[in-house]
């Protein structure tokens, strides 16, 4: 069925530092993908979101593009702060708009 | 706009007692989800509503749990009877339709012991 596949965490980087969060996904059709975010103590937030194939999805300095033909959407920014400590967690949503998630990355920033 | 409603935020009950979540989604949105998350680990589809009617229930264990969304607007999940295993935060969330990012309540976090 179809499912999303991220790189397992934890990740810890030093503030500056440049991230990048892989997501992988495995569906029939052309799924919408998001990645969305969980602070410490908060409820999950959508971060950027893509809709067709080449899209670009962009918030708060992380992007990810949506690339069919490696069936990636990998989460990057170039410079990582504290305040960006968070889990991160892929997903796809495909047809009756069944929103399947990854496991999720646990990503910590050091000063 | 409001968000969506999600009671209680915390719950602890005995293994073999029965408890039950609400929810509220965002006015307007047809699409209802709910959404266990075990610690460590990412959302799983419990059971999709679409207004009053069930989209998708095939992860959801239905000799012990179920859920309902008689008016197609709030929404309750019950579990009976708990089992250890059903410790988990219960997200609830809401979306407008096809292909469209969804909106998360704070989530239930229920301990069973």
């Known amino acids: 069925g179809d499912s999303v596949t991220q790189m397992e965490g934890p990740v810890t980087l030093s503030e500056e530092a440049f991230l990048t969060i892989n997501c992988t996904y495995t569906?029939?059709?052309?799924?919408?993908l998001f990645w969305y975010v969980q602070y410490p103590g908060e409820g999950l937030q959508l971060l950027l979101k893509?809709?067709?194939?080449?899209d670009k999805g962009s918030n708060k300095g992380f992007e990810a593009t949506y690339r069919k033909e490696t069936t990636s959407f990998h989460l990057e920014k170039g410079s990582v702060q504290v305040s960006d400590s968070a889990v991160y967690f892929c997903a796809l949503s495909y047809r009756n708009n069944d929103m399947r998630f990854g496991a999720g990355t646990r990503l910590t920033v050091k000063p | 706009e409001a968000g969506v409603a999600q009671s209680p935020r915390y719950k602890i009950i005995e293994k073999r007692q029965s408890v039950a979540f609400w929810c509220n989604p965002i006015s307007g949105h047809a699409t209802l989800y709910w959404y266990q998350q075990i610690l460590g680990q990412g959302p799983k589809l419990l059971i999709q509503?679409?207004?009053?009617?069930?989209?998708?229930d095939s992860q959801l264990p239905k000799d012990r749990f179920s859920a309902e969304r008689l008016k197609g607007v709030d929404s309750t999940l019950k579990i009976q009877p708990a089992k250890l295993e059903d410790s988990a935060v219960y997200l609830c969330a809401s979306s407008w339709g096809s292909h469209t990012e969804a909106f998360f309540g704070q989530g239930t976090r229920l301990t069973v012991v």
């Open positions: 509503f679409q207004n009053n009617g069930v989209v998708d």
């Open positions: 569906a029939t059709g052309y799924p919408s």
């Open positions: 893509a809709t067709k194939a080449d």
